[in-house]
Structure formats: structure tokens, C-alpha cells
């Protein structure tokens, strides 16, 4: 048996890790060497929950648990559509979430894999000219020449145009009113603004990340060319911290507030999609796809990286456990397989897009009141397919809210940090 994996994204790495502790040969194709990875700028800013950390350790490659790198609290802040008091609840995330940038952990994942003995290849390579060399072949890389040979299915893809335009930076300068800890703002109609800390090629630093509801009041941050204007870009985006989360404002050095190098920015928009799970080649063999290859969600959920690592882990499973050849009849059971783990986060990351419902909204109010609530709820975010459990339907949310009154004594006081 042989299996190729087009990408070395985290679905790529982390199924080519496993099937390597398997005893499965592999092949990694990626357009970069482990150098290359850790150039260029920023393209995402992953959170890995607790789910996902348990996977890397299982593969042997979890290098980051300290406190610099790690989330440990959740500062939420719902501002009201008609500009009243904002519910705020701050809650602890049990496990405590991870946050290292991609430029340091996925050199690191492959250094190992190819230390352990693993073939890597690099370049530009047509999925086409690959399959022949493989008895499988897993394509998890999303760019565009891939995307072509997987499109877009319109059953499990509600959105045709990006529901968010993203401006995120890394930046010296913010402190923690709560130690590490995430603050994010929801403002209706406008969109959300996060600060997180996060592990960077320059040690310790935040995230500012603005989610712009698409002509709403935050997109314009998002078209600033910050290279040509770094000043009246940093302006910018002060200005819109002091308009829209004033309290997180209050906690920025002017003085030192700063993006950690030239480029440390993410600009762009992000069209919510499922694509087509396999793909038939010119020569009759079949493709798989994973990763950013199949599903692109909004990252406001935080749920790319840890679809993918459970992702892997499961087809991992599939491939050394399959009696049959690596068909198409093989490659459409196993996107059959995944998409049942993987519609919850779909769904989950599709709906949160959209103004809450009744029973989303008073949740919320229920977490502002009730540390109990809040803590479970933000811990949730771990289990994805419990997650959209409770927010899908009322009838989740009452039994969630039910659990969570019977788990533990009613706490005393008002709710707070």
C-alpha cells in the first residue's frame, strides 16, 4: 500500500504523521520545504482545542504547552442591536486552547515526519501526474488548481459569497485585562472584533482581528493597503477598537502599539463552501479530498484547524482498516464517513454567521448570569458535534442549560472573571 498526500497544511501532516505510526508508506507533495514554511505572512491564526492537542501528542509532536501559547479564558462581550447594555460573562476554556502560529508549528510537524523517515517532495505537481505512483491519493491542499477537480456542492454550501471580510494583524502593544485570555465583541450588524494572544516568529504577542460584516462599518480596515500606510492604517484601526470595543481600547499602548514586522497581516474575505468530497481522474483513478481541499469555514467558530486534525485521524483509520482497493467506491464511502463528523461543524460555523436566534440570544443571557453556564458553554467549543447539539434547536439549549444547573452547585455572587 501506498498513499500520496497533496499538502502539508495540518490535515496533510497530521494524516501523513499517522499513517507513518502505522507502518503505511507516504508520500508528502508540497509546493514548500520546511524552510519555506516558515516564511511569507500570516495566512490564518489557529486555535487547536484540547481534541486536537490529544491527537498531537498521540503522533508525538506537541511542543507548545506553555502559557505564552496557550488560551485559558474567554472575555465575551454581546453588544445590543439597539445600543443598550452589552451581556459580558467571562469564562474559562477547560482544556485551555492552543495558539502558535503556523509558521512555527507546521515546520515543526514536518521536520518530524521526515526525521521518522517519511518521503517529501516538493514543488508544483498536477494531482493528475500523481495518482499513478500511489494506491491512494489525498489531496489536502485548497489552492486553485485543486479546487477545480472538486466543486463546490450547493446542497451543503448555503453561502455563494463571503458572509465576513477579514482584517487580522499581529501586533505588540495590547495587555490582558484577564491573563491569558481572548476577548471577543459581538456587534450586530457590524460584524466581531477579536484580541487573542498568540505564540509568533516574534516570541509573545495579540492578534486584532476584525470580522466585517460585508458593508457594514468594519470592512473598510480591510481594504487599507498597510504597507503603503502604515500610519494611517494603525490609525485606522484604532479608531474603529475605540468606536466598537472601547473597553479593549482602554488596554492599548498607543506608544508601543504596533504590528510585530512588515507583513504580519491577514486581508481577504472567505466564502463559506463544501466542496465535492473525491474527484475521477483522466485515467479512471480517484482522488480524496481533506482539508482545505473539501471545507473552507468562516473562522470565526475557530474550527479549521481541529476539523482537519480530525479529519486525518479518522481516514487514518479508514485507509488501514479498508479490505478493498482505493476506488472510487472506496473514496466515496470514506467522504461519506467524514462528512458525518464533519456536517456538525459546518452547520455550527454556517449558523453563527447569522444574527442568533431566540434561543442562541438567551443563552448568552443565561451565561452572563450563571459562571457555570458560561464556563461549559466556551468549553464546548471543543466538542463541535455537541456544540451544534445544544445551539441547533431550543430543546438543546434547555438541556444544556439543565446539565449544566445539575453538574455543579449553584455559584455564589454575580457572575464574573
Not at 500520496?4 to 509546493?31: D, F, M, N, W
Not at 508601543?256 to 465535492?276: C, M, S
Not at 461519506?336 to 463528523?341: T, V
Request: aromatic share 8%.
Amino acid at each position: 500500500m501506498s498513499v500520496g498526500i497533496v499538502g502539508s497544511g495540518i490535515s496533510g501532516l497530521h494524516l501523513a504523521l499517522r499513517l507513518q505510526q502505522r507502518g503505511v508508506p507516504v508520500t508528502v507533495y508540497s509546493e514548500h520545504d520546511i524552510d519555506g514554511l516558515r516564511t511569507g505572512r500570516p495566512r490564518n491564526f489557529p486555535a487547536r482545542f484540547g481534541r486536537t492537542q490529544q491527537r498531537e501528542r498521540e503522533l508525538g509532536v506537541f511542543e507548545w504547552d506553555f502559557a505564552d501559547a496557550q488560551v485559558r479564558h474567554w472575555a465575551v462581550t454581546a453588544h445590543a442591536a439597539d445600543a443598550g447594555r452589552p451581556l459580558e460573562f467571562v469564562a474559562g476554556l477547560r482544556p485551555p486552547s492552543s495558539v502558535v502560529d503556523f509558521r512555527i508549528y507546521l515546520p515543526s510537524l514536518l521536520s518530524a515526519y521526515v526525521d521518522r523517515g517519511g518521503q517529501l517532495v516538493t514543488g508544483d505537481h498536477a494531482v493528475e501526474d500523481l495518482a499513478a505512483h500511489h494506491d491512494l491519493l489525498v489531496v489536502a491542499n485548497g489552492n486553485r488548481s485543486v479546487r477545480r477537480l472538486f466543486p463546490a456542492d450547493p446542497d451543503r454550501s448555503p453561502y455563494t459569497t463571503p458572509q465576513r471580510v477579514l482584517c487580522a494583524g499581529i501586533y505588540h502593544g495590547i495587555t490582558e485585562e484577564v491573563p491569558h485570555s481572548l476577548d471577543i465583541h459581538f456587534l450586530p450588524g457590524a460584524g466581531e472584533i477579536l484580541r487573542l494572544p498568540f505564540y509568533s516568529p516574534a516570541g509573545r504577542a495579540d492578534v486584532l482581528a476584525f470580522e466585517a460584516v460585508p458593508g457594514g462599518p468594519l470592512e473598510a480596515v480591510a481594504h487599507v493597503d498597510a504597507d503603503a500606510d502604515p500610519a494611517g492604517f494603525r490609525r485606522q484601526v484604532l479608531d474603529l477598537v475605540a468606536a466598537y470595543a472601547p473597553t479593549l481600547r482602554e488596554r492599548v499602548d498607543t506608544g508601543a502599539f504596533t504590528l510585530t514586522g512588515p507583513g504580519e497581516l491577514a486581508q481577504g474575505a472567505i466564502t463559506p463552501v463544501v466542496r465535492r468530497g473525491w474527484a475521477r481522474l483522466d485515467d479512471g483513478t480517484c482522488a480524496l479530498a481533506i482539508g482545505d481541499a473539501w471545507i473552507t469555514n468562516d473562522p470565526l467558530t475557530a474550527q479549521g484547524a481541529n476539523l482537519g486534525s480530525h479529519t486525518a485521524f479518522a481516514l487514518a483509520d479508514l485507509i488501514t482498516d479498508a479490505e478493498g482497493p482505493f476506488d472510487e467506491a472506496f473514496c466515496r464511502a470514506a467522504s461519506a464517513r467524514l462528512w458525518e463528523h464533519a456536517r456538525h461543524v459546518v452547520e455550527w460555523s454556517n449558523a453563527f454567521l447569522a444574527p442568533p436566534p431566540p434561543h442562541v440570544a438567551g443563552l448568552f443571557g443565561r451565561a452572563a448570569a450563571d459562571k457555570r453556564i458560561a464556563d461549559a458553554f466556551v468549553s464546548r467549543f471543543n466538542d463541535p458535534v455537541a456544540m451544534w447539539r445544544t445551539l441547533s434547536s431550543p430543546e438543546g439549549v434547555a438541556a444544556f442549560v439543565a446539565d449544566c444547573e445539575a453538574a455543579a452547585p449553584a455559584p455564589v455572587g454575580a457572575q464574573g472573571g
